[in-house]
């Protein structure tokens, strides 16, 4: 870049030293905020609304840690793998192991949502981003170039498209990781969700698929007729949800608190979604002024599911050269009606 974009500026300067870089795009009554670091969504608002509608803040430094991963694109694989261990073509991979030591999570020590991605496009409604992803990061075999094309369109919906091409067959399973608040209050156990979804994974203590789907009727995972998010002595959630129907781009979830409703639109197979259970931020400088504590939002994360390498009748995030990976997601909030 030589020059400013009209609506670029400055957020702060990465641990590398590069700049870190916020792009306001808007349409249809809709404004959102992109970071280069991470291709992170740092804020999302509707004019008709007072308040940022995805948590986060106004200070680089806090994404380091304690923003981590809020609003950013996590890869190449997104989610847990489970002991940092992986097969692909006959050989054992050696992954990162980020998460207490024992499993490989977003990406591992410095995946796609912990790097600085690079400008490729922007105008008044869209930007497009870029990173490489070096062979041997986390431990992950293959060149991967990762772009993120966000764009708000005429009816205010935030689009995002990602796309990874590859040198060397590896895996390639980003997700988008926005927590999401649409009431502005502390706790979002209130809020109202519908997932397009007959089945759901089951997880271990370590927070790994135990394998097998299992029918979410009658149970905590049912929100296939709208449902309170989390009712009492309801068990945290950080499952993923088997989608119906498919690639097909279809609605898969919506969510709903006080007279706005989200609608989030997908061809990803599977919705990670965590309620927050154990956010704790303090002494941060939040959108919302107030601190961040258990069940402040929501992650609704289109992706793969997780742990796939180690499953074989998992949907593969086997990528190959040649081969475009590609991810479409669509947000919409709007107004209910009266």
């Not at 498209?161 to 997700?175: H, L, Y």
């Not at 129907?245 to 639109?265: H, I, M, N, P």
Request: charged residues 25%; proline residues 4%.
């Amino acid at each position: 870049m030589t020059s400013m974009i009209s609506n670029e500026s400055v957020f702060g300067t990465a641990p590398d030293g590069s700049k870190v870089f916020r792009y306001v795009i808007s349409n249809g009554g809709t404004t959102a905020s992109i970071l280069t670091w991470g291709a992170t969504l740092q804020d999302f608002r509707l004019n008709s609304v007072d308040y940022s509608l995805v948590l986060g803040g106004e200070r680089f430094e806090d994404y380091l840690e304690k923003y981590k991963y809020f609003g950013a694109i996590v890869g190449r694989v997104a989610n847990r793998i489970s002991c940092g261990s992986a097969e692909l073509l006959g050989k054992i991979l050696t992954l990162d192991k980020n998460e207490g030591g024992k499993t490989f999570l977003h990406g591992g020590h410095t995946g796609s949502g912990e790097q600085n991605w690079k400008l490729e496009f922007a105008d008044d409604t869209s930007c497009k981003l870029s990173l490489r992803l070096n062979d041997g990061d986390a431990g992950f075999p293959g060149n991967l170039i990762l772009t993120a094309n966000y764009f708000v369109d005429d009816a205010g919906a935030l689009n995002l498209k990602i796309e990874g091409t590859t040198d060397a067959i590896t895996f390639c399973s980003p997700a988008h990781h926005s927590y999401w608040n649409l009431s502005n209050e502390p706790d979002v156990s209130k809020h109202v969700l519908w997932i397009d979804a007959d089945n759901y994974l089951p997880i271990d203590a370590d927070k790994i698929p135990l394998g097998a789907q299992k029918k979410v009727s009658g149970s905590r995972f049912d929100f296939r007729y709208g449902r309170i998010l989390k009712q009492k002595n309801d068990e945290v959630l950080d499952h993923n949800f088997c989608l119906n129907t498919g690639k097909k781009f279809r609605r898969v979830c919506v969510l709903s608190a006080k007279d706005l409703q989200l609608q989030l639109e997908t061809d990803a197979v599977g919705l990670q979604v965590y309620d927050g259970d154990h956010l704790d931020i303090r002494d941060s400088l939040t959108h919302s002024g107030k601190p961040y504590r258990q069940n402040a939002g929501l992650a609704i994360e289109p992706q793969n599911w997780p742990d796939a390498p180690n499953n074989s009748h998992f949907p593969s995030i086997i990528l190959k050269p040649g081969e475009v990976f590609t991810q479409n997601s669509k947000w919409h909030v709007t107004k209910k009606e009266a």
